[in-house]
């Protein structure tokens, strides 16, 4: 079958009240704006944006931000024909604060989680290259049992998968199973992408490099891509070894909300490009710093993939 789909990406969508003053704590905020928010919602955009086909599989709530999702990723061009609405759950929405270093956030999940089977037919995953997803996602049933299942499915389809470990325990409070769940997601090779932040939260500690590196390929990821902020980029890969790149230096950053899902939709368009490791960093930074020095989603008037070149 023709893969006419670049990437799936199925995991939560929601909105994300961003506050507006900067690096005021969510207490002391006053004003907050909209924003379309969800890690694999952002990258699905963000693909969409460089010109890739990608389809998003998530559900919203059956009311007027539901609405105003599909609406924003029809504009996009995201494929939205299997999102659902739920009737029984509302949106989901996360109030977060404008920060220029890891953002503060309360969560309100409802109908995010509630990903069933049936938005994931064998007939879609036929047609992709890229099945992508993310620890948020995977940490609440029914969404988990089903990404689990059709990751498998993706991965004997001949897919590359592809997983956001973006732990939070605040998220995720049972940390041993997230360790168990990942396992099983991970025996699917996929492309790891991590933070710094990411593995103090799920190790509940500072782990060397090597020890995070190893515990990823142990559970059968080749790649893993370690973010580390204004330290740069460290990528190991089981056959090529260890790579690393300095961060693109930034004079003012203005927000860091969704700056890893910028990151890492560079990287899986650079690797659909057949781009070399150190390419593909080179990419993902790029996207990266231009999310940063904006404030929401990655800016309607540039064209992103000029910027990339």
């Not at 961003?18 to 890690?39: F, T």
């Not at 168990?180 to 991590?194: A, E, T």
């Not at 939709?265 to 940063?292: C, N, P, V």
Request: glycine content about 6%; hydrophobic content about 35%; overall charge neutral.
């Amino acid at each position: 079958m023709e893969k006419t789909i670049d990437i799936i990406c199925v995991g939560e969508v929601l909105i994300d009240f961003i506050g507006h003053e900067v690096n005021a704590p969510i207490k002391k905020a006053r004003d907050y704006h909209r924003y379309l928010g969800g890690s694999p919602t952002n990258v699905a955009v963000n693909a969409a944006r460089l010109g890739l086909n990608s389809a998003l599989i998530a559900t919203c709530g059956d009311d007027g931000l539901g609405d105003y999702i599909i609406r924003k990723l029809q504009k996009y061009d995201v494929i939205t024909s299997q999102i659902r609405k739920s009737k029984a759950e509302p949106t989901s929405v996360i109030f977060v604060s404008k920060s220029t270093g890891t953002p503060d956030f309360i969560p309100y999940r409802e109908a995010d989680c509630q990903i069933i089977k049936s938005q994931i037919p064998d007939e879609l995953l036929e047609k992709a290259k890229i099945f992508h997803t993310t620890c948020f996602a995977l940490s609440k049933n029914p969404a988990r049992t089903t990404i689990l299942e059709s990751a498998k499915k993706a991965k004997a389809l001949g897919l590359q998968t592809s997983i956001d470990i973006n732990f939070s325990e605040r998220i995720w409070t049972n940390r041993e199973e997230a360790h168990q769940v990942l396992k099983d997601y991970l025996s699917n090779d996929p492309l790891v992408k991590v933070s710094e932040d990411d593995c103090l939260r799920l190790f509940g500690e500072t782990k060397s490099e090597d020890f995070i590196f190893d515990y990823f390929h142990k559970l059968g990821a080749s790649t893993v891509c370690l973010t580390k902020g204004k330290d740069g980029v460290q990528l190991s890969d089981t056959n090529q070894g260890l790579l690393f790149q300095h961060a693109i230096p930034i004079k003012e950053i203005k927000d860091t909300t969704g700056a890893g899902d910028a990151f890492w939709t560079g990287f899986l368009y650079a690797r659909l490009k057949h781009k070399s490791f150190d390419e593909s960093i080179t990419i993902a930074q790029k996207l990266a710093s231009i999310k940063l020095q904006n404030i929401g989603r990655l800016p309607d008037n540039i064209n992103l993939n000029n910027s990339l070149e």
